[in-house]
């Protein structure tokens, strides 16, 4: 951990050293802004990551897992998921949860931004897809992200890098979706294709999702931090924010927080930046004084409500070709998105995002049948698996789940961290809506595999994910909404918040990529309107 002392107020506090956090910092701090990021985790060295260990799936079942109650690291603190049909993946650490993404790059579709015009349900953003397209192509070509363009689902746009090759794998399953007359395309990834800048090269190794250990994927400890720290900013690792505190005018004026020993320290700033993922960043509004004994920027009632988390449902399909299961990347070898947008005929409304993905190993797939009868997970069953490792290929999906306020967070009032904090307590309930959409999805990805010749397709279980969102979301109207269109909280004029919390829908694509083009607009907004922002006195 670097050496807390701070001289002074500085210009930006920012908290959270992921995705939003590390695109601010750097925006920030290029400018000439002093700025100072908070992270509650540590650096992670790629060497120490499982993937080059042959105990490699057991170890993401401990010390490496995704998820922090089983992981219980230091930089960790516990959900309560009691109350809910999920258990949110997280990763507290420098780079955040992109340390463990897959790299599945994928931008909203214009309709996403407007889905109570078209749909006549949940709520229009305040923004549209024109408004964060050229921050996409900013972010695009700074960490480097490889794709094809053409693809007639999206409006026209290119990427730097030419896409990864999609294997015999991507080859054989395409060929399937083509059978069926449905939508595919070369998977878009946050990886580059080549050595890029300061990452490495990729070699294929598909353990994408439990970090790269050649540090070839644009996870954000590699994409932005050295050149945040670089233009000048300061990052403090091992620094669990307890509140924002806030002066007699009802301004944001820095943060206490507690070192890795206990002892509390107090940071002063002109501005603060929120960057704690959807449900870290509810949590630390909640935790307040008597002032704000609903929470910091809390007068619309909606911090910690709208939570978003894109169940992910897959398919298994098992093939008698060589496939080449094992290279990557994973990342997403294909992505389509021919169920994403409404179609009533469905009975439902919204849609799904699927990616083919090769499983990680024999334990994965076995993972996929822990709640069948025994003599369907073991003896036979697992022998087939381990037949067919290589010539195995995964359909996976993510479920727009639409907001709903009865879906929350909120502090555990029995749980606490290892500083003594209150916990997250995670409620939600998936609606009907989701409910028919996995059922829809569920049965499609089927005939996909079975289009493409698969011998067996195992259904998987529904399962978490690590898209955390809508929990302070934008809008213009202060009663209805948490921050506006640029990410300033209504209530504090110098607070900003660059993560998943301020979305407003989620789509179904994978958010990492409108997370950071909504971090740089927010950054651009606070650099040119720095000389009319409102400061602490």
């Known amino acids: 951990m670097e050496s807390p002392r701070i001289e002074g107020r500085v210009d930006v506090l920012v908290v959270g050293a992921g995705p939003g956090g590390a695109v601010a910092t750097h925006t920030l701090a290029t400018a000439g802004l002093s700025v100072v990021c908070l992270e509650q985790g540590d650096w992670v060295d790629p060497g120490d990551l499982p993937g080059t260990k042959p105990e490699f799936e057991l170890l993401t079942r401990g010390e490496w897992s995704v998820w922090p109650n089983e992981r219980r690291g230091v930089a960790d603190y516990p959900l309560n998921v009691d109350d809910a049909d999920v258990d949110p993946i997280m990763y507290n650490a420098v780079g955040g949860g992109s340390v463990m993404f897959g790299g599945h790059w994928m931008r909203l579709l214009p309709s996403d931004f407007r889905v109570r015009t078209l749909d ?62 449905w939508h595919w395309w070369p998977g878009t990834n946050a990886i580059p294709s080549s050595a890029f800048k300061n990452m490495g090269q990729c070699v294929r190794w598909g353990l994408c999702e439990r970090g790269c250990p050649v540090g070839a994927k644009a996870s954000f400890d590699l994409a932005y931090w050295p050149h945040a720290t670089a233009a000048g900013a300061r990052l403090i690792t091992g620094a669990r924010v307890a509140r924002i505190t806030v002066d007699h005018q009802g301004l944001a004026s820095g943060a206490v927080w507690i070192d890795r020993s206990g002892t509390e320290h107090r940071i002063e700033a002109n501005a603060v930046v929120l960057a704690g993922n959807g449900i870290g960043t509810p949590r630390i509004l909640l935790m307040s004084d008597d002032r704000h004994p609903d929470g910091l920027a809390n007068s619309s009632g909606l911090v910690g409500k709208n939570l978003m988390v894109h169940p992910v449902t897959h398919a298994f399909g098992l093939y008698h070709e060589e496939l080449e299961a094992w290279n990557g990347p994973a990342g997403q070898l294909l992505y389509t998105l021919e169920f994403a947008e409404t179609d009533r005929s469905r009975g439902f409304v919204r849609g799904t995002k699927w990616a083919l993905m090769p499983p990680l190993g024999a334990l994965h797939v076995l993972e996929q049948l822990r709640r069948r009868p025994f003599d369907e997970r073991w003896g036979s069953q697992v022998h087939d698996i381990a037949r067919h490792l290589g010539r195995t290929m995964t359909w996976s999906a993510n479920i727009d789940d639409l907001p709903e306020e009865s879906n929350t967070v909120t502090l555990d009032p029995l749980r606490t961290d290892s500083s003594g904090l209150p916990g997250a307590k995670i409620s939600y309930r998936m609606s009907e809506n989701t409910r028919r959409m996995i059922e829809f999805t569920d049965d499609r990805m089927v005939e996909a595999h079975e289009a493409a010749g698969a011998v067996r397709v195992i259904r998987g279980e529904m399962t978490e994910s690590g898209h955390l969102l809508g929990t302070a979301r934008m809008g213009n109207d202060p009663r209805t909404s948490v921050v506006d269109r640029w990410g300033r909280a209504h209530d504090v004029p110098n607070l900003f918040i660059v993560d998943g919390s301020v979305m407003v829908t989620g789509g179904s694509v994978n958010p990492t990529a409108n997370i950071a083009a909504l971090s740089l607009r927010t950054a651009r907004h606070i650099v040119e309107t720095a000389r009319d922002q409102a400061v602490p006195a």
């Open 120 to 181: 006549g349900v949940a709520d229009d953003w305040p923004i549209g897809y024109d408004d964060l397209e050229p921050f996409h192509q900013e972010v695009d070509r700074f960490i480097g992200v490889s794709g094809l363009a053409g693809d007639p689902a999206y409006p026209d746009h290119d990427y730097p890098l030419p896409p990864h090759p999609i294997g015999p794998g991507g080859v054989h399953l395409a060929k399937g979706m083509n059978k069926l007359g």
